[in-house]
C-alpha cells in the first residue's frame, strides 16, 4: 500500500482514537485541546467521576446498607445481643418501617455479633429459619430447608479468623463478618418461635434463657437511607467489618470515594455535595429497576405485569457466570432475608412470590381509586396463599386504617365465587357486600401487591396458574 493509503488509514483510525475539541454527554459537555482536557473540564470530568462512583456504591451496596438500618431500627426498639430476640406477636403490622414483611407468619429477629467468640442457635421444629452475613449474603438455612430437616439441631456460627476447637453435635458454619443476622418463622406461630435458643459456646453447660421483645408493639424504621447518610451507613459496616470481608471489585469502588476499612470517612463539602446527588439519582434507578423492570426475565409470566422479585434463580444473583447487578439491586432494595430456598423454590415446598404495581393498563396503583383482581379456581399451594400491600415509598405495609393490609386463605373469611375463583378488591372503602375480600387504600398514595404461595404446586412452576391482572373498576 502506498504512504498516501496509509495516511488515510491512520486519519480514520485517528477519529476512532481520538477526541474531539467537544464532547457532549448526559453528564455534561466537555472541552478538549488536542485531547487534553481543559482546566474547566478536568475538573468537571472529576466531579463525573465521583458522581459514578457514587452511583455505583449505592447501587451495588444497597445489601449491607439495608442490614446496618435494620440493626439500627432493631436497637432503638431494644433487640441488641445475644440474649434478646424480637418477635412479632401475633404477626407483623404495618406500625413500622419494614421492606416487605409478611402478615402471615411469625417472626423472630436478631443480630449477633461473634467477636466475643462463636455463638450456637436452636432453631424452632417445623420452622423457616435463614442466617445473613452482615454484607447480605447466605450463611445458613435451620429448620425445613436446613440439613435438620424441621426436626431441630444445633448450629453453630463461627467468626472470621476462628482457629478454636470445633466440638461435635453441631452444623457448623463460618461466616466473613462478625455481625451475624438471623430471621425465624415458625408455621406454628408465636408459642414455636419461644421455643428458639441462642446462645455463646461458651454458655453451652448452662445457655441463659432468652428475653423476648414483641417489636409489633414498638414504632421505628429499619429502611436505609436514599441521601448522603446512605455513604455513613456503608462507612458504618466497612469500619466494624474485616478489610478481606467484602471483594475486591466493591471495596475498590468504596475506596473510590473515601470509604477505606481503618481510614476516617471527610469528605469535603464537593464531594459531599456529589455524593448526596449519586444517591439520590441511584434510589430512583432502584425504584425503576423495582417498580418498571426493562428485561422481560424479571416478569413472573409470558404477559401481564406480575414480577419476580429474584430474578434468574440464583441467592447470589449469578447467571452464566455473570453477576446479575440489576437484579441484585432490585432485591434488596425492596426486601430482605437471602437464601436458595427463596430463589428456586420446589414443588410443595419453600414459598414463590410475585408482584405488581401496576393495574391492567400499565398505570400506576392509585389509592384513591377502587380496583379488583381475580385470582382464579385453585390457588397452587399446598400450605396457602396470601397477598398483602406495600407503600411505594417505604416498601413496607402500607399504613391504613388495618394494621394487616392483607388477605389470606387461611383466615376462613375469604369469599370464593360460584365458579371458584376468588375477587379481591382494593379501595379507599369496601364495595357493597365485599368486605371480607377487601385491602384498605390510601388517597393520595400509591402502592404494589405482593403474592405469596406458601408450598407452590406444580400448576405455579408450569404456569398453568396465574392470577389476574389489578383492573381499576
Same mark, same amino acid.
Given at each position: 500500500?502506498?504512504?498516501?493509503?496509509?495516511?488515510?488509514?491512520?486519519?480514520?483510525?485517528?477519529?476512532?482514537?481520538?477526541?474531539?475539541?467537544?464532547?457532549?454527554?448526559?453528564?455534561?459537555?466537555?472541552?478538549?485541546?488536542?485531547?487534553?482536557?481543559?482546566?474547566?473540564?478536568?475538573?468537571?470530568?472529576?466531579?463525573?467521576?465521583?458522581?459514578?462512583?457514587?452511583?455505583?456504591?449505592?447501587?451495588?451496596?444497597?445489601?449491607?446498607?439495608?442490614?446496618?438500618?435494620?440493626?439500627?431500627?432493631?436497637?432503638?426498639?431494644?433487640?441488641?445481643?445475644?440474649?434478646?430476640?424480637?418477635?412479632?406477636?401475633?404477626?407483623?403490622?404495618?406500625?413500622?418501617?419494614?421492606?416487605?414483611?409478611?402478615?402471615?407468619?411469625?417472626?423472630?429477629?436478631?443480630?449477633?455479633?461473634?467477636?466475643?467468640?462463636?455463638?450456637?442457635?436452636?432453631? $424452632?421444629?417445623?420452622? #423457616?429459619?435463614?442466617?445473613? %452475613?452482615?454484607?447480605? &449474603?447466605?450463611? @445458613?438455612? *435451620?429448620?425445613? =430447608?436446613?440439613?435438620?430437616?424441621?426436626?431441630?439441631?444445633?448450629?453453630?456460627?463461627?467468626?472470621?479468623?476462628?482457629?478454636?476447637?470445633?466440638?461435635?453435635?453441631?452444623?457448623?458454619?463460618?461466616?466473613?463478618?462478625?455481625?451475624?443476622?438471623?430471621?425465624?418463622?415458625?408455621?406454628?406461630?408465636?408459642?414455636?418461635?419461644?421455643?428458639?435458643?441462642?446462645?455463646?459456646?461458651?454458655?453451652?453447660?448452662?445457655?441463659?434463657?432468652?428475653?423476648?421483645?414483641?417489636?409489633?408493639?414498638?414504632?421505628?424504621?429499619?429502611?436505609?437511607?436514599?441521601?448522603?447518610?446512605?455513604?455513613?451507613?456503608?462507612?458504618?459496616?466497612?469500619?466494624?467489618?474485616?478489610?478481606?470481608?467484602?471483594?475486591?471489585?466493591?471495596?475498590?469502588?468504596?475506596?473510590?470515594?473515601?470509604?477505606?476499612?481503618?481510614?476516617?470517612?471527610? $469528605?469535603?463539602?464537593? #464531594?459531599?455535595?456529589?455524593? %448526596?446527588?449519586?444517591? &439520590?439519582?441511584? @434510589?430512583? *434507578?432502584?425504584? =425503576?429497576?423495582?417498580?418498571?423492570?426493562?428485561?422481560?426475565?424479571?416478569?413472573?409470566?409470558?404477559?401481564?405485569?406480575?414480577?419476580?422479585?429474584?430474578?434468574?434463580?440464583?441467592?447470589?444473583?449469578?447467571?452464566?457466570?455473570?453477576?446479575?447487578?440489576?437484579?441484585?439491586?432490585?432485591?434488596?432494595?425492596?426486601?430482605?432475608?437471602?437464601?436458595?430456598?427463596?430463589?428456586?423454590?420446589?414443588?410443595?415446598?419453600?414459598?414463590?412470590?410475585?408482584?405488581?404495581?401496576?393495574?391492567?393498563?400499565?398505570?400506576?396503583?392509585?389509592?384513591?381509586?377502587?380496583?379488583?383482581?381475580?385470582?382464579?379456581?385453585?390457588?397452587?399451594?399446598?400450605?396457602?396463599?396470601?397477598?398483602?400491600?406495600?407503600?411505594?415509598?417505604?416498601?413496607?405495609?402500607?399504613?391504613?386504617?388495618?394494621?394487616?393490609?392483607?388477605?389470606?386463605?387461611?383466615?376462613?373469611?375469604?369469599?370464593?365465587?360460584? %365458579?371458584?375463583?376468588?375477587?379481591?378488591?382494593?379501595?379507599?372503602?369496601?364495595?357493597?357486600?365485599?368486605?371480607?375480600?377487601?385491602?384498605?387504600?390510601?388517597?393520595?398514595?400509591?402502592?404494589?401487591?405482593?403474592?405469596?404461595?406458601?408450598?407452590?404446586?406444580?400448576?405455579?412452576?408450569?404456569?398453568?396458574?396465574?392470577?389476574?391482572?389489578?383492573?381499576?373498576?
Amino acid at each position: 500500500m502506498n504512504d498516501t493509503g496509509n495516511a488515510l488509514d491512520l486519519q480514520s483510525a485517528l477519529e476512532t482514537i481520538g477526541v474531539p475539541d467537544r464532547v457532549e454527554t448526559p453528564l455534561g459537555t466537555y472541552d478538549f485541546f488536542d485531547g487534553v482536557p481543559t482546566p474547566e473540564t478536568t475538573r468537571a470530568l472529576y466531579d463525573g467521576l465521583d458522581y459514578l462512583r457514587g452511583v455505583d456504591v449505592f447501587l451495588n451496596t444497597v445489601p449491607g446498607a439495608s442490614l446496618v438500618a435494620m440493626r439500627r431500627g432493631f436497637r432503638n426498639a431494644g433487640i441488641d445481643g445475644v440474649n434478646v430476640l424480637g418477635i412479632t406477636d401475633p404477626r407483623a403490622n404495618s406500625g413500622s418501617f419494614f421492606l416487605t414483611p409478611n402478615t402471615s407468619t411469625a417472626y423472630g429477629v436478631m443480630f449477633i455479633d461473634l467477636r466475643d467468640g462463636p455463638v450456637v442457635i436452636e432453631p $424452632p421444629t417445623n420452622s #423457616l429459619c435463614v442466617v445473613d %452475613d452482615f454484607w447480605f &449474603r447466605y450463611i @445458613a438455612d *435451620m429448620g425445613l =430447608a436446613g440439613p435438620d430437616r424441621g426436626e431441630g439441631g444445633k448450629y453453630l456460627f463461627l467468626p472470621p479468623g476462628y482457629d478454636g476447637d470445633e466440638p461435635d453435635g453441631y452444623y457448623i458454619y463460618r461466616s466473613e463478618t462478625f455481625t451475624i443476622w438471623t430471621v425465624l418463622r415458625a408455621l406454628a406461630g408465636v408459642e414455636a418461635i419461644k421455643q428458639a435458643r441462642v446462645y455463646r459456646l461458651a454458655d453451652a453447660s448452662a445457655p441463659p434463657d432468652l428475653v423476648h421483645v414483641n417489636i409489633a408493639e414498638k414504632t421505628f424504621n429499619t429502611v436505609h437511607s436514599n441521601d448522603f447518610s446512605f455513604f455513613e451507613e456503608i462507612n458504618e459496616l466497612v469500619q466494624e467489618e474485616p478489610a478481606g470481608s467484602l471483594d475486591p471489585e466493591r471495596a475498590g469502588q468504596l475506596a473510590a470515594i473515601g470509604i477505606v476499612h481503618g481510614q476516617t470517612f471527610e $469528605p469535603d463539602d464537593r #464531594l459531599r455535595a456529589i455524593l %448526596d446527588s449519586s444517591a &439520590r439519582t441511584a @434510589a430512583g *434507578m432502584s425504584r =425503576a429497576l423495582v417498580y418498571f423492570p426493562r428485561d422481560r426475565e424479571n416478569f413472573t409470566f409470558a404477559e401481564g405485569s406480575w414480577k419476580d422479585g429474584f430474578v434468574g434463580g440464583s441467592h447470589e444473583f449469578i447467571k452464566d457466570n455473570a453477576r446479575l447487578l440489576d437484579a441484585r439491586t432490585l432485591f434488596h432494595y425492596a426486601a430482605t432475608v437471602i437464601t436458595p430456598a427463596m430463589a428456586h423454590a420446589q414443588v410443595g415446598a419453600g414459598s414463590a412470590y410475585t408482584y405488581t404495581a401496576q393495574d391492567s393498563d400499565g398505570r400506576i396503583l392509585d389509592g384513591a381509586n377502587t380496583y379488583r383482581i381475580v385470582l382464579p379456581p385453585n390457588p397452587p399451594a399446598k400450605n396457602f396463599w396470601s397477598l398483602d400491600i406495600y407503600d411505594t415509598q417505604t416498601r413496607s405495609l402500607l399504613c391504613t386504617d388495618n394494621p394487616h393490609p392483607s388477605l389470606m386463605s387461611l383466615s376462613g373469611t375469604v369469599k370464593a365465587e360460584t %365458579d371458584g375463583s376468588i375477587v379481591l378488591w382494593f379501595g379507599p372503602s369496601a364495595p357493597d357486600g365485599h368486605e371480607d375480600n377487601w385491602i384498605q387504600t390510601v388517597p393520595g398514595k400509591s402502592w404494589f401487591a405482593l403474592l405469596r404461595i406458601y408450598g407452590p404446586l406444580e400448576a405455579w412452576f408450569a404456569k398453568s396458574w396465574q392470577p389476574g391482572e389489578i383492573a381499576k373498576v
